[in-house]
Structure formats: C-alpha cells, structure tokens
C-alpha cells in the first residue's frame, strides 16, 4: 500500500468520525458541542442542513465511507471512484460553507473540519489517480 | 563478433525505451482523460446537490413560480399547538413577541437562522409562545407588505400563520420587487396542508384581519420600535421587555427568554 493511499484512508477516517458524531447527534436531538457560541446548533438547525430530508451528516458519512471502501476497489475504477467521490464532496463542502458564511451566518468548526478533510481527500485522491502505476499500486 | 552482438543489445535497449516511454505518455493521456471524466461527473452531482439543496430549504426567493420548502414548513410546525398570532402551548409561562414584516430581507434572516432552533428549544418544550405581529411597510410603496400581511392574517384565521410567515419568507425575493400578487399567494397557500385558499382569500380584506393590523401597528409603536424585526419577551400576562439584539446568534435570544423563563 503506498502512502497515498495510507494518507487517503487515515484522513477518510477522522471523516467518518466527525460525520458519524455529528449524525449521531442528529438523530440523538442533542446539541453538537461547540467553540463559538450557537454557531454549530444554528448551522445544523438550519434549512440547509438536509439534502432531500436528509440529514447533510449522513450524507457525508456515506462519502466517508464510500472513499474508504473504494480504495480497496483495483484497477483504474477504483482510482476513479475515490476520486470521483471526493471532488463531490470537497465540491459539495464548498457550496456548504457559502451558505455557513453568506446565508446562516455562523460557522461550524464540525462542518469546517470536515470541508478541510474533504479537500485533502481532493488533492489526494487526483494526485493518486495520476501518479498510481498500472497494476499493484491499489491498497 | 562481440561488437555486432553489443549493438544489438544496445538497439535492444534503446527500443525497450522508446516503448517504455511511449506507454507512459499513452497512460499519462489516459489518466488525464480519466481525470477529466471524473471531474465533469463531479461537477453534475454537485450540480444536482446544490439545486435540490435550495429546493429543499434554503432561502433567497424563486422566480420560477415554484414554491420552495413546503415539506420543511409542514414538518416544522407539526405538533405544535396554534391559534391566530400564537405559536405554542397558549399555558408557556414565557411569551416571545416578534413583529416583522414579511418582505423584510433581516426579518427573512431571522426565521432561517435562530428561528428554528428556538422553535425545538422553548416552543416546542411548552416553556415559550411566540406571538406574530406583522406590519407592513417594507412594501409600502406599492401595498405589498400590506397584500402578504392580510393573507398571512386570514391563514391564522385558520391557525396556519406561522406556516404561511415561514413559506412566504423561503419564497421571498427582492424587497423592491413588486411580486405579491394573488397568484403567488394561492400558490404559497396551495403549498400549506389544511389551509382551505379560498377561504383565507375572501377573510383577508375582512374587518378582523384589518384590526389585527392595526393592532399590530400601534403595539410596534408603543414598543418604540423603529424597524423590523424587533423582539419583545416576558412572563405571559405580564409586561413585555424589548430584546436588544446584535446579530441572530441563538444566544442572542435564549438569553432574554431564560431570563424570563427564571423570573416566571
């Protein structure tokens, strides 16, 4: 396994931590704990913070999970689809953040640790689908 | 003998190169064809994500005739008690009064900010009722306000205020845009389960929903207040005190209701 793909899947990790705590929450009606006051409960009771009823958590823990069961899928599919999930969420993650800054007016350092994630989950996830040699090279 | 043999090595060599060098650069342009494949069906999932996103909740007004979170409205308020301007338990110790105009952009702000949680936190636990009193001169120019307000009133006629206030606010568009017309209103109201239209069309010009604006006018009045929206919280029967707000950070108001809340 090289260490892209180590890197990937430890990143992906922490990921699905943040989102499995924040659905967790969700589901639980608990208020996610939170450095800047309200900032975190006002960002997850908000209108934005489901996609088609659902929770917008759940749907980052399915892309957290997604990346990490791709990276044991070989071949150029495999490449693929880490990549393809991860430019969707770091994609998605950005809109997420807009709508924090320009239209809810808080920001959640949940929701901002997971959008950094989600972006390093980009970078690498590209580099990995340029750079990885035709066999051997997958996790 | 030995020369001829180490040129063909050499030619060997430098042909086992050449192919070495033509499959990177063949798979280098197909990883590259492969990137941007994958980057163009990221851009239309995203794509998709952001429109159902707005559709299913964020504000900012449509223009396309299509009601927006309608199903978020509905899920909102359920379960919750309501009659005319009151959202809650009509017993909550505390109550909260809001007066707002429905074309306000801020007051639109509110609502999709601190309002809900203060919904699941006070309202819905039976400790807050909040109270709406709509004014209307936002629009004045052109009687809009005025138009959203008395449609807003009529559907509290039938305990639909708060959803109607709430749906008027994720379909609000530009405050100097005249658009309050009444084929926006049916479809806002159209877009509210139990809300009988028609009804709410012909109490709208009614003499009580005329009072309650009046009503609503001269209580932002004698509140002092100069512009919407503006708070007011305290015990239920007992004098009101104006929020002073700075922002629409929950804590910006729990902190005035928890106030009233230990004093009542």
């Not at chain 1, 393809?84 to 993650?93: D, E, K, N, Q, R």
Request: proline share 3%.
């Amino acid at each position: 396994m090289r260490r892209t793909e180590v890197a990937i899947g430890a990143i992906a990790l922490v990921g699905l931590g943040i989102a499995s705590y924040l659905t967790y929450i969700h589901y639980a009606g608990l208020q996610p704990l939170c450095l800047a006051s309200g900032g975190c409960e006002k960002v997850q009771s908000s209108h934005w913070s489901k996609l088609a009823g659902i929770p917008v958590a759940t749907i980052g823990l399915a892309g957290y999970a997604a990346i990490l069961a791709s990276l044991f899928v070989p071949g150029e599919t495999g490449l693929a689809a880490t990549a393809l999930v991860a430019l969707v969420g770091f994609g998605f993650s950005a809109y997420l953040t807009y709508t924090e800054l320009f239209r809810i007016h808080a920001v959640c350092q949940w929701c901002v640790a997971s959008a950094v994630l989600m972006t390093l989950l980009a970078v690498l996830s590209v580099v990995r689908l340029l750079t990885a040699e035709e066999h051997g090279a997958y996790a | 003998m030995s020369s001829r043999t180490d040129q063909k090595k050499r030619l060997r060599a430098e042909r086992q190169e050449r192919e070495r060098q033509r499959a990177a650069v063949s798979r280098r342009n197909q990883r590259l064809k492969l990137l941007g494949a994958v980057l163009a069906a990221a851009a239309a999932v995203v794509i998709v994500a952001i429109v159902a996103s707005s559709r299913g909740g964020g504000g900012g007004g449509s223009k396309s005739g299509k009601i927006e979170g309608a199903a978020e409205v509905t899920a909102r308020f359920k379960g919750i008690p309501q009659n005319d301007l009151v959202l809650g338990d009509p017993n909550a110790p505390v109550t909260f009064v809001e007066f707002a105009d429905l074309k306000c952009p801020v007051c639109q702000r509110y609502t999709l900010s601190a309002f809900p949680t203060l919904v699941d936190r006070y309202v819905r636990t039976g400790k807050v009722k909040m109270e709406l009193q709509l004014q209307h001169f936002v629009g004045s120019q052109n009687d809009d306000s005025e138009h959203a307000a008395r449609m807003a009133l009529a559907a509290g006629q039938q305990n639909k205020l708060w959803q109607f206030a709430e749906l008027f606010y994720l379909n609000q568009q530009s405050e100097t845009d005249t658009y309050v017309n009444d084929v926006f209103l049916r479809r806002l109201g159209s877009a509210i389960p139990g809300l009988d239209v028609n009804k709410a069309f012909s109490a709208r010009d009614g003499q009580a929903v005329t009072q309650q604006l009046s009503q609503a006018s001269s209580a932002f009045n004698t509140a002092g207040f100069t512009g919407t929206p503006s708070f007011a919280v305290g015990k239920s029967g007992g004098t009101l005190t104006p929020i002073d707000y700075n922002s629409f950070d929950v804590s910006q108001f729990s902190g005035p209701i928890d106030k009233a809340l230990g004093a009542s």
